[in-house]
């Protein structure tokens, strides 16, 4: 039996009988991140005599998409318009995106934060021949962070 944190009653979930009475272990493929799921056994015979639940087992399904990722990260430079655009794309919704940017040799670091509805930034503060690193976090709602884009290189 199983019941989620929104289910005010048990709900049968798998019915086991003959040889499947053997197995030692069981993943559910059903449930939803960040949900809490409780788990009890119930056994009945052929009569349909019913044993009293089992103690139950309460556990939280971990995000699914643990590591999700800024991809497609791409610059365009215009020294006519005096400016580095990016853009890049995002498969989830996000609070924001942190630019990360350094010079040749540097390490990224947080340059601007942008919002989750964007998908492009314009880079203005720029030195003429210099090369800079780019690369791109993305900030979940959750509260978590996405790993780090892959870096891209712009010369100016």
Known sequence: ???????????????????????TQ??????????????????????????????????QQPEKNPFPVVKNVQVFVSK????IK??????????????????????VQTYEFVPGSKREFYDKWLTPNTEYNYAIIAEIPDGRQSLMSKKVIAKY
Request: aromatic share 14%.
């Open 1 to 23: 039996m199983r019941k989620s944190e929104f289910d005010f009653a048990w709900q049968p979930y798998l019915k086991l009988s003959g040889d499947s009475l053997k197995i």
């Open 26 to 59: 069981f993943r559910d493929t059903l449930t939803k991140s960040n949900i809490w799921y409780e788990y009890a056994l119930l056994a009945e015979d052929s009569s349909g005599l019913k044993s009293k639940p089992s103690e139950s087992l309460r556990i």
């Open 80 to 83: 006519d318009n005096k400016m």
């Open 86 to 107: 990016l853009t890049w794309d995002f498969d989830m919704n996000a609070v924001g995106f942190k630019i990360m940017r350094s010079k040749k040799g540097e390490p």
